[in-house]
């Protein structure tokens, strides 16, 4: 067979490519799992999982945890990072998107909270890889430089750091590139049940909303695809109508809106534009190699007469545009991480500019006459016999490609600890054994950094320092003192060090009692 069932969805994958891809899926996929770090950290990674906990407990709020049993608690203080007080400002509510909890919840229920959220992470960051190979297939890739494709994205530092954690960042990208996957069959008139296609990638559409709303800008890549004729969008429409009106309940529920999200206002500013694009040019060639400004090369008639260009094209601007209007996308590298669901459509459009740069000279023209030979070749039904000798050259090509991208991923991802980002998520579960180990069962946690993971992993009531203001500190100290229930802190370095901030909000004795790696504890004495 020269097609395989899935290669109805995008391109002509011969078996050995698709052994290729299913091979470096599968050494990629134990990697991943030998060093993911899907833990309670940060902001991030404990709002999704004290999120995903809610959700398998039945729950939309999370239960505050008073100081005292005569004293009730201000929401505002004691909600950990991820959480912010409901609109009748008495409960508790997740900040972050429900999709990604939603799989974190299922991995948990199968697995177990030790390892489920890792077993949806690394499964997600294979399918990337997967998925931005056969994208590669769909918009005109030869096989050999699809598997490149995917090897630069899977291989990206960038890429590597998200998948390594529990983070929104490659679940948005796998169903972004499976929604345009479904769009670029919906979108072809002359292929059969093109409407359940259409119907499809409402489906992968509307589950990467769930994820992260802002994968609603992916609309104008859709539209890129399917063109203006009503009978598409009927299918479209229908297929995304169960998850979006699943998350307008949801947001109403938490938010009393149907349209808000825990998010708030984006804050998006026109100012952030020329440092972001800086930030682009600077880190975007080195973190998805320089390929990617080979889309340049695609000119202005493939955009206009090119549906899957057009598509590709509006896939990658709309995000690139949207994120640089955003606060925080120029600050750091690891930011850019809001363009992984656009990388496999910068990736393929790079490597399709390459080939339109290489074709009008001599060398490209000899280097990718053998792409092309043995694509119109194997269409035509002919002899595997007549493109064994290219099919080599190929090889040797590929492997080339993917030794210049795996030597550039190793020398970032070292110089930039982006494996470092994830194994750090180690210390906010080894602080939790500390804990409970070390500090008294009533015990009350004043931490800022750590108050997420101090909830999912830890029973201690938590205040949040950096919400606390030095009389409302005095009060709380009395009623600690009155219940005989000890104050300690949980600090990060950066914690203590920014001006003193956590001095200036609590002010008191305080003395060092324990450290886990850079985690600081500190005891508070309460005085008499």
Known sequence: MNRLWWGRIAAHFSLG??????????????????????????????????????????????????????????????????????????????????????????????????????????????????????????????????????????????????????????????????????????????IRRHGVWCAMAGVLFSIGVLIRPTNSILLFAVIAGLGFRLERWLWFGLGSLPALLFLGCYNHSLYGSCFSTGYGDPQLNVRWFPVTMVNYIHWLPLLLTPVIFGGLALGLKAVFFDRKTRMLVAWIVSFAAFYSFYPNTHEFWWYLRFLLPCSPALVIAGLLGMRRILLHSRLGASLFRFDVAITRDREAGGSPRFYRGRQVLNGVAVAGACAFVLV?????????????????????????????????????????????????????????????????????????????????????????????????????????VGRIHDVSVWKCDAGP
């Not at 796998?174 to 479904?182: D, E, I, K, Q």
């Not at 070292?414 to 804990?435: F, K």
């Not at 750590?450 to 909830?455: I, K, P, R």
């Not at 938590?462 to 219940?483: G, H, N, Y």
Request: proline share 6%.
């Open 17 to 190: 490519g698709f052994v290729v891809l299913l091979a470096l899926a599968a050494i990629y996929g134990g990697f991943l799992s030998r060093h993911v770090n899907a833990y309670a950290g940060g902001s991030d990674s404990s709002g999704y999982l004290n999120q995903a906990r809610l959700l398998r407990a039945g729950s939309l709020h999370l239960e505050i945890r008073p100081l005292s049993d005569d004293a009730p608690s201000d929401p505002l203080i004691v909600s950990p990072l991820g959480f912010k007080c409901a609109p009748d400002r008495k409960r508790i509510v997740p900040t972050y998107p429900v999709g990604l909890s939603l799989w974190l919840a299922l991995g948990s229920s199968l697995f177990g909270w030790n390892d489920g959220p890792g077993v949806i992470m690394v499964c997600f960051g294979v399918l990337g890889m997967v998925l931005t190979g056969v994208a590669g297939l769909a918009f005109g890739l030869s096989e050999v430089w699809a598997i490149v494709a995917a090897v630069v994205v899977a291989a990206s530092p960038l890429y590597l750091a998200m998948a390594l954690l529990a983070m929104s960042d490659v679940p948005a990208l796998v169903f972004a590139t499976a929604a345009m996957l479904a769009v670029v069959r919906g979108g072809d008139s002359q």
């Open 408 to 512: 550039n991923a190793v020398f970032w991802s070292n110089r930039l600890s982006a494996m470092g980002i994830a194994h750090d998520e180690r210390t906010y579960v080894q602080t939790a054994g500390w804990l409970k180990q070390h500090v008294p069962a009533n015990a009350v946690l004043a931490t800022m950094q750590y108050s997420g993971a101090a909830m999912f992993y830890t029973d201690f009531p938590i205040v949040r320092w950096d919400r606390m203001e030095p009389t409302e500190f005095t009060k709380m100290k009395k009623t600690l003192r009155a219940t005989k229930r000890p104050l300690f802190a949980v600090l990060f370095p950066f914690e203590i060090a920014e001006q003193h901030a956590f001095e200036r909000h609590l002010p008191g004795k305080w003395m060092e």
